[in-house]
């Protein structure tokens, strides 16, 4: 293809989204508010599935001994415990190392605490780290068969892993049902603009046509069209996400109650936003101007 001939296809695609500049701002429009609001549960599930994956390396099983439990019989469980398989590590925590990074926690208020040190409640305990969050439910079936004498509570978080595992699945699972619905949406727009372009153009195509122009060289402006509008239209909730993403999480960040929460950085998530929203503009703009050359230019 000559660079003349491309030329000639990308300005007449400029040139009619130009003449039908109402309807391209339309499709525009819309192709940005479907990618936009795709966009926004595409960072939404990375950031819930790298939070899933982070509680998950750290997420482990406590074990609390019974108060009367002596030495050799916390030394002798710490032993059993090890040896039970996908267990990684086994940190005994007196009851008094409980008490202290309970008021290091809680430093603000570490006042009203203090009366705790006179009687102290927390008992020692065994702080388990598993290979991985899938084994949890296998060591917690070994440990209830450890002697009852000296175990006095098994507490394991892993359900809170499965919820936020859960919630991952569900918003990526939205996220492709939107991608399909408003991708749909996005189409019939475009499909709708280039038929108006079509049949503004009819006697135009119909003499490039007696003129010996072939079926392509007339549809290639109008598949430019669509794509130069998917671009547009995807390039423009990229940036708006890109601008917006910061502020939001520093606002959650500020919460007190969420200052848990660790964020991926922007870099990583638009790394892969970018690409896939300009993809998915540019699927949508072809799929929407192949459909209506296909069903309603005849050549």
Known sequence: MKIRTVRYYIREAFRSIFMNRLMSV???????????IVSVFFILSTHVSYFVRQLGDTIGIAVFLE???TQQQTQRMQRLISDIPNVTSVIYVSSEEALQNMLERFEDDASILEGLRMDNPLRAAFK?????????????????????????RIRNDANLANILSTLSDVVQIISV???????IVAVVIITNTI??????????????????????????PFIIEGVIIGLVGGLIPALITWAVHDRVVGIIGDIQELTFIV??????????????ALLLGTIIGLVGSGVSVRRHLKV
């Not at 819309?30 to 936009?36: A, H, P």
């Not at 049902?177 to 991708?183: E, Q, S």
């Not at 038929?195 to 006697?203: F, S």
């Not at 964020?263 to 896939?276: D, E």
């Open 26 to 36: 339309a499709s525009i429009f819309t192709v940005t508010s479907c990618i936009f």
């Open 67 to 69: 108060e009367d439990i």
């Open 128 to 152: 388990i780290e598993v290979s991985d969050a899938a084994y949890h439910g296998q060591v917690e079936r070994a440990l209830q068969n450890l002697p009852a004498d000296y175990i006095g």
């Open 177 to 183: 049902i939107l991608i399909l619905v408003l991708g």
């Open 195 to 220: 038929n108006i372009t079509v049949n503004a153009r009819r006697t135009e195509i119909n003499i490039m046509k007696y003129v010996g122009a072939t079926d392509w060289f007339i549809r290639w």
């Open 263 to 276: 964020f991926v950085s922007r870099n990583v998530i638009f790394a892969q936003l970018f690409p896939f």
